[in-house]
Each structure stands twice: as C-alpha cells, then as structure tokens.
C-alpha cells in the first residue's frame, strides 16, 4: 500500500515563526497536494505539485510556500505563522485518476 | 468553476440500518470522477468509493453504493446495514479531467452509528 506520511501529528508555533510542514510518500507518485481543513469549509486547496520542482497555486496558496526537491517530498511552508493559520493540514499523494492516498494530517496551533 | 455541495452537515443512523448521504455538483464538463471519502476520528482519510462519469452503471463497494444521476448532478452514497465503524466525516469529491488530478471537496458530512 501507498504510504503517505506527514512527520508531526500536534504542532504548536508561534505568531511570527517560519513553519515547516513536511510530507514523504514512498510509491513514486508524481502528484502532490496539500490541503487544509477547516469545521464547515471542508479541505481547501493550498498548493499542489506534478513534477519534482513545479509547484501549483490552489485555492488559498496566501500566506504559504511549498518546496518539492525530490519526488518524493513535499513541504509546506507558512513564511510567518498567523492565528488565523491554526487548521489541519492534510498532505496527499496520486498518480492517474485513482483518488488520493492522504496522510494522517498535522494539527497546528499558532498562538 | 466546479463546486460540490453536501447538504447534511450531521446525519445519524442506526446498527444495522441503511442511511444515504447527499451530494451534488456543478460543472460544465461531460467527463469527470466523483469520490466519497471517509474520515474516522483518527484522522486518516480514506477512499470509499470512485465513480466514473461516462460509466452509467452505479459504483459498489461491498456495503456502499452511489446512486449516480449524470443528469441531475447528483452523486449520493448509500451505506447498508451499518456499522459502529462507519460513524466519520464522509466527504464528496469531484475531479475535473482537465487540470492535473485536483480534488476538489465538499464540507464534509458527519456521520453518527447509534447502537
């Protein structure tokens, strides 16, 4: 089975601090995606990758940068970490038209 | 741009009984995939069930089901005798065959298994 792995669960950070959110996947899938989620808006794209160093603004990419140096690596970055930053953020996979394989998605806090 | 709606924000069921969950969406396109996902409480997002536009024939995946009406924009899921695992947020998803693989999601449903 693919494996998507998103290397923290909980983070707290706070107003200001350069924040990195990183995301492995092991079956060599050329598409990457993150998203966050919020009570009652669902998952909303940030940015989304189809190839090693291209990258994709999604739907709400302000605030954040991503970074794909290897296939297999995807990271979110959120420049200066805002209060209104606090959401899940959720990391996927897919190659082809089978859906995504998620992570188990990081929890952050900005206080 | 295509959006997708999901109505319920909180349906309940109870063991062993069946409950739809509803979805529509917009699009102007005529090729297309539609997803249902599930989000149990660990979090862990997982795919349900996939639906092919062009196909006619409803999606089944042991006790889950769509019923896919192409005209109607409509895409609901329907999960027979149910089970305390099944309690999550279910997500619809539709996925345009024109930009690279982008998912895009409704607000999700949350979905209650009564004893």
């Known amino acids: 089975d693919v494996k998507v792995t998103q290397s923290s669960r909980y983070l707290v950070k706070r107003t200001g601090e350069k924040v990195f959110l990183e995301c492995v996947q092991d079956?060599?899938?050329?598409?990457m995606f993150w998203y966050r989620q919020d009570p009652g808006l669902g998952l909303r794209l940030i940015y989304f990758s189809y190839d090693v160093k291209m990258k994709e603004k999604g739907d709400i990419p302000e605030g954040y940068s991503v970074s794909r140096e290897k296939k297999e690596r995807f990271s979110l970055i959120l420049e200066s970490a805002s209060t209104n930053q606090t959401s899940m953020y959720l990391c996927a996979s897919s190659v082809d038209t089978y859906g995504y394989t998620f992570g188990s998605g990081t929890r952050l806090t900005v206080v | 741009a295509q959006t997708v709606t999901q109505s319920q924000p909180e349906m309940s069921v109870q063991e062993a009984e069946t409950v739809t969950l509803s979805c529509t969406y917009d699009?102007?396109?005529?090729?297309?995939?539609l997803f249902w996902y599930k989000q149990p409480p660990s979090r862990q997002m997982i795919l349900v069930i996939r639906q092919e536009a062009y196909k006619q024939q409803n999606a089944t995946e042991n006790r889950f089901s769509v019923n896919f009406q192409k005209a109607a924009k409509s895409f609901s899921l329907k999960i027979s005798d149910s089970q305390l695992g099944d309690a999550a947020m279910y997500f619809c998803?539709?996925?345009?065959?024109?930009?690279?693989?982008?998912?895009?999601f409704g607000t999700g449903t949350r979905l209650q298994v009564f004893p």
């Open positions: 079956m060599d899938h050329e598409n």
């Open positions: 699009t102007s396109e005529s090729d297309y995939y």
């Open positions: 998803a539709y996925r345009s065959p024109m930009v690279t693989d982008k998912l895009i």
